[in-house]
């Protein structure tokens, strides 16, 4: 009994919170789960067989085509809809793998990877749009954290798979099955319609009562409600890129350390996106941007301390912590801000915070630590993320209930 309540006062039951999980979200697990292995499996494995002379080309044109894919996609996705454009991505990433072992020329690599990497940037905004769509929107940080899960635990298994397969196996086996992991689950992809169809509907009205209007790359990038949380994400995503490329080269590699924290890292990063999903739903998720990048801050800076195994496990746990809260966090709000006609926009909005972010974090990292050493390096870069502090602030202070026109 509430003491507060007045005697014979009626009281108002909580309103259920919808299902989570239904068919057509359990289907599209199926789809994040082989575009997934697909695109992991061969991350590695292909540089690794191509060579010094092919390697750096390999994955720079791979990762190039990735961005180009996330860049087209909203106007694919505008003028198709979500499965197709779902369907032809996963087409693209995986019948090219098969066709990888008919040639060890580095051009010709390449050009795989070219197609390969449209085909994932397709698959990346498309399959983000779907999956916004198929989740509640009471529970959407909750379900994004979910899909994240999906996708994550394949692509850790995936990518030392795709190596230790292709040197105890075979190249030709391991391209086929990465090929195959991407062509089998694309018959589930027309069986999404039913489930996403209604979901994706309510969203498809403005609040004036006619058609959304889908949001392009551009305006998002104008929108303050859509802007500050990219810029927030991709300091993390910086930093990200910072931990998986040159932790291993700052700690003696014979000790091991450098491999445990990088499973540290992944494992709190998970977690965190779960807890901060449940508790987005429940609270907000506006209220966790700032906290999550200011533990990712504290935690790349805690990385300083290389010749302490201690420290960097820690260091490495808490930037995973904060990683996967700013993952969860920045990524609800972006959906929560538009209709579900835009929802193709935030995906590649987000998808190249995180891909462009990792990547100007490894390049630019190894110049500044050419001059300061890994150490300083470390430090220096959790102080720079800092200067993401004022959008998030500003953005917790301009959050209005998610409307990106007034945000």
């Given at each position: ?54 390697a ?17 996609g ?17 087409f ?25 990497g ?16 198929l989740?509640?929107?009471?529970r ?13 635990v ?102 091991g ?43 790349l800076?805690?990385l300083?301390?290389?010749s ?40 590649a ?39 993401a ?8 202070r ?10």
């Open positions: 009994m509430n003491p507060t309540a007045r005697p014979g006062a009626p009281t108002t039951a909580p309103a259920p919170r919808p299902p989570l999980l239904s068919r057509a979200l359990l289907l599209r697990f199926v789809s994040v789960v082989g575009s997934t292995v697909s695109f992991f499996l061969l991350l590695s494995a292909v540089p690794a067989h191509a060579g010094r002379d092919g750096g080309l390999a994955t720079g044109t791979l990762m190039l085509s990735t961005v180009l894919g996330e860049l087209t909203p106007r694919i996705l505008g003028r198709f809809g979500s499965r197709g454009p779902l369907a032809a991505g996963l693209l990433l995986g019948a090219p793998a098969l066709a990888l072992p008919l040639s060890d020329a580095p051009v010709w690599t390449a050009a795989v990877c070219l197609v390969r449209l085909g994932f940037g397709l698959t990346m905004v498309a399959g983000g749009a779907l999956t916004a769509a989740i509640p929107a009471g959407r940080g909750e379900g994004l954290a979910l899909v994240g899960l999906v996708g994550g394949p692509s850790l298994l995936a990518l030392p798979l795709g190596i230790w397969l292709a040197g105890h196996v075979g190249y030709a086996p391991v391209t086929t099955a990465a090929g195959l992991a991407a062509l089998a689950v694309i018959p589930t992809v027309p069986a999404l319609r039913a489930g996403g169809e209604t979901a994706a509907s309510r969203g498809r009205e403005s609040a004036g009562g006619g058609p959304a209007v889908a949001v392009g790359v551009v305006g998002a990038v104008r929108t303050g409600g859509l802007r500050r949380p990219t810029v927030v994400f991709a300091a993390t995503a910086v930093a990200a890129g910072i931990l998986v490329t040159f932790l291993p080269l700052a700690v003696p590699r014979a000790s350390v450098a491999t445990a924290a990088l499973l540290v890292q992944s494992t709190a990063s998970t977690a965190a996106r779960w807890a901060a999903g449940r508790y987005g739903d429940r609270r907000g998720s506006a209220r966790l941007v700032v906290p999550g990048l200011l533990v990712s801050a504290a935690g800076s805690a300083a301390a290389t302490s195994p201690v420290a960097v496990l820690v260091g490495a746990a808490v930037f995973g912590t904060g990683f996967g809260v700013a993952q969860n966090a920045t990524l609800t709000l972006m959906y929560g801000r538009v209709s579900a006609a835009s929802y193709g926009t935030v995906s909005l987000w998808n190249l915070a995180y891909d462009g972010g990792m990547g100007v974090g490894a390049a630019g990292f190894g110049l500044l630590a050419a001059h300061t050493g890994y150490a300083w390096g470390f430090a220096l870069t959790g102080l720079l993320m800092l200067g502090l004022g959008p998030a602030v500003r953005d917790r301009a959050d209005t209930g998610g409307d990106p026109v007034r945000a």
